[in-house]
C-alpha cells in the first residue's frame, strides 16, 4: 500500500510539474485564474508532503518532468512502457528500503552505543533503553491492563511528532496495543512514574513510513508517564 501511495504521488507530481511547462492553459467558464493558480499551489504542496521524507523525495524531478512531457506528446521513445514503469518503481522502492534499513541500522547502532554511557541509562536484552526519572508506586502495569499516560514522542533531532501534553489531554490504551517499545517501557514504572524510553526502530515502526513526521527506520525517544493502571478485567462466562 505504501508502495502504490508513493507510486501515485510520482505519477501525479510529474504530471503537475509537467502542466507547468505548457505554454496553453485550459480554461473553464466561471473559474477564475486566481482559483486556478491556488489550486495549483495546493496540488504542489499536498504532493509536495507525500514526496517528503519518503523513499522517493531524492528523485530527478527534471527527469519526471522531461519524461511526462514526452508521454503527454505520445513520445514513444522513453525506455518504460504503462506496464512495465510501476513494476521499476516498485523494484526502486523496495530496494532502497533494503539500503536506507542498513544506513539506518549502523547510525542506530552508534547511537545506542554512545547512548548508553549516560548516566542512568539501561539497555534491555531487546535493545531497548530507558532511564528512570520516577519510579512510581509499586502498582505496575502488564501486558494486558489498560494504562493512563502522559507522554511526548520525538526523533533523535528533537523534533516532536506527537504530544498528549500538547493536546492537554492524557491517553487511555492497553499495553499490549501498541508498539513492542511501548509495552516493555511502560511496564518498567509503576502508578505516578516516570520513564524515557530510546525505541530502536525494529521495536517501533521499522520500514514503515507513517508520514513526513515519522519516516521509515526512525528511532524514538518517548517521555512517558505513567498516570493511572488499570487492571484486566475477564469478562464473565455467559451462563448456559
Given at each position: ?35 486556478v ?34 508521454v503527454?506528446?505520445g513520445?514513444?521513445?522513453?525506455i ?27 547510525e ?33 502495569p ?15 533531532n528533537?523534533?516532536?511528532?506527537d ?19 511501548w ?8 502508578e ?19 508520514g ?17 493502571v ?11
Amino acid at each position: 500500500m505504501k508502495i502504490f501511495k508513493s507510486i501515485v504521488a510520482v505519477a501525479l507530481s510529474a504530471m503537475f510539474l509537467a502542466s507547468c511547462t505548457t505554454t496553453t492553459v485550459k480554461t473553464v467558464p466561471g473559474i477564475p485564474q486566481g482559483a486556478v493558480d491556488s489550486a495549483s499551489i495546493a496540488v504542489g504542496v499536498a504532493f509536495g508532503n507525500m514526496l517528503k521524507g519518503s523513499q522517493m523525495e531524492n528523485l530527478n524531478l527534471e527527469k519526471i518532468k522531461s519524461t511526462m512531457i514526452k508521454v503527454l506528446k505520445g513520445d514513444t521513445s522513453v525506455i518504460f512502457n504503462a506496464q512495465e514503469a510501476p513494476m521499476y518503481i516498485q523494484s526502486y522502492m523496495m530496494k532502497m528500503s533494503e539500503t536506507m534499513g542498513r544506513i539506518r541500522a549502523e547510525e542506530e547502532k552508534k547511537f545506542f552505543e554512545e547512548n548508553k554511557k549516560n548516566e542512568g541509562v539501561e539497555e534491555t536484552d531487546s535493545g531497548l533503553q530507558y532511564l528512570i526519572e520516577v519510579p512510581g508506586s509499586e502498582v505496575k502495569p502488564t501486558l494486558q491492563d489498560t494504562v493512563e499516560v502522559n507522554y511526548k514522542g520525538s526523533l533523535l533531532n528533537g523534533k516532536v511528532f506527537d504530544s498528549s501534553y500538547d493536546r492537554g489531554e492524557t491517553v487511555k490504551f492497553p499495553v499490549n496495543g501498541v508498539i513492542p517499545g511501548w509495552q516493555e517501557g511502560v511496564q518498567l514504572i509503576g502508578e505516578g512514574g516516570k520513564v524515557k524510553l530510546w525505541i530502536p526502530f525494529n521495536l517501533a515502526y521499522g520500514a514503515q513510513d507513517m508520514g513526513p513526521d515519522l519516516p521509515a527506520y526512525s528511532t524514538l525517544l518517548f517521555d512517558v508517564e505513567l498516570i493511572k493502571v488499570m487492571p484486566f478485567q475477564p469478562k464473565e462466562e455467559k451462563k448456559k
